[in-house]
């Protein structure tokens, strides 16, 4: 069974991907790529039994951007 994120879950997945991204940099010079930053969210939500359920709260409450 899956979970929406709290905020405390938000701030350590948050907290793993910085880290994900210093060891990247600090191994290989580099940053991830979109692609594997996304599979560690993957893998951080898969291994903590939570979903994501990112931007839809923004799309019930229409666009955060300033119409134009």
């Given at each position: 069974?899956t979970?929406?994120?709290?905020?405390?879950?938000?701030?350590?997945?948050?907290?793993?991907?910085?880290?994900g991204?210093?060891?990247?940099?600090?191994?290989?010079?580099?940053?991830?790529?979109?692609?594997?930053?996304?599979?560690?969210?993957?893998?951080?939500?898969?291994?903590?039994?939570a979903?994501?359920?990112?931007?839809?709260?923004?799309?019930?409450?229409?666009?955060?951007?300033?119409?134009?």
């Open positions: 069974m979970r929406p994120l709290d905020v405390e879950a938000r701030a350590e997945l948050l907290c793993f991907l910085v880290a991204q210093l060891f990247a940099f600090a191994r290989e010079g580099v940053w991830l790529r979109t692609d594997h930053l996304i599979e560690l969210a993957q893998i951080w939500l898969a291994s903590n039994g979903e994501w359920t990112g931007w839809t709260g923004w799309s019930a409450r229409g666009s955060p951007y300033p119409s134009t």
